[in-house]
Structures are given as C-alpha cells and as structure tokens.
Nanobody
Framework: QVQLVESGGGLVQDGGSLRLSCAAS????????MGWFRQAPGKEREFVAA????????YSGDSIQGRFTISRDNAKNTVYLQMNSLKPEDTAVYYC??????????????????WGQGTQVTVSS
C-alpha cells in the first residue's frame, strides 16, 4: 500500500513557475514508477509526465517536455514536477500516481495503482 500526498500548487501568473511535490509513504517507494496527471474543469484526466524507478522519464509531448521536468528523490520518498513558463491552459488539478509494474512507463491513468488527492494549479493571464 502506498499513500501519496501532493503539495506545491497555487496561483501563479502567466509565465511563472511552480514546483509540485508528491510525498509517498511506505518503504518501497523506489520500486514504483511515478506519474503526474492533470485534470482541467470539464475535461478528462490527462497524462503529463512519468519517471521510472531507475530514472528514465517520459512526457506527454514537446510542449510539456520543454517546460516541465519530472524528478524523484528515493531517499526522501518524493517525486517532483518542476513547471516553468506556465500558461493559462496549464490550469488544472494535478495528481501524482504510483505504478508497481516496473516494466512500463505508463501514460494511461488505468495503469496506475495509487493516487494522491490532487493539488490545484491556477495560471492567470
């Protein structure tokens, strides 16, 4: 069992930055692949980025990869999402998720086993 708690969301102006954190409980954090998803009002939850237990990463597309960076600190049981050059269309609730299938770097929400409660990110224009 893994419990995930996100933090770091808030209100930021267009072009600003935020760093989201996701703290995980349990002693096996380093065994999980971790992902970040987001859900804007009226839209489906979408994949943002993921990082494998041993480091490789994946992003949803060029727009995200050039502005967002996912990282993890296994000693601190924490995964991060550094978000730069934020745009109003990045406004959403951001969720972190854990996947115990270490053989894949999932992009579908159904591939993840544990979820945090989400943190709101609002980018004003």
């Amino acid at each position: 069992q893994v419990q995930l708690v996100e933090s770091g969301g808030g209100l930021v102006q267009d072009g600003g930055s935020l760093r989201l954190s996701c703290a995980a409980s349990g002693r096996t954090f380093s065994s999980y692949n971790m992902g970040w998803f987001r859900q804007a009002p009226g839209k489906e939850r979408e994949f943002v980025a993921a990082i494998m237990w041993r480091g490789p990463t994946r992003y949803s597309g060029d727009s995200i990869q050039g502005r967002f960076t996912i990282s993890r600190d296994n000693a601190k049981n924490t995964v991060y999402l550094q978000m730069n050059s934020l745009k109003p269309e990045d406004t959403a609730v951001y969720y972190c998720a854990a996947d115990y299938n270490r053989g894949r770097l999932g992009v579908q929400s159904s591939e993840y086993n544990y979820w945090g409660q989400g943190t709101q990110v609002t980018v004003s224009s």
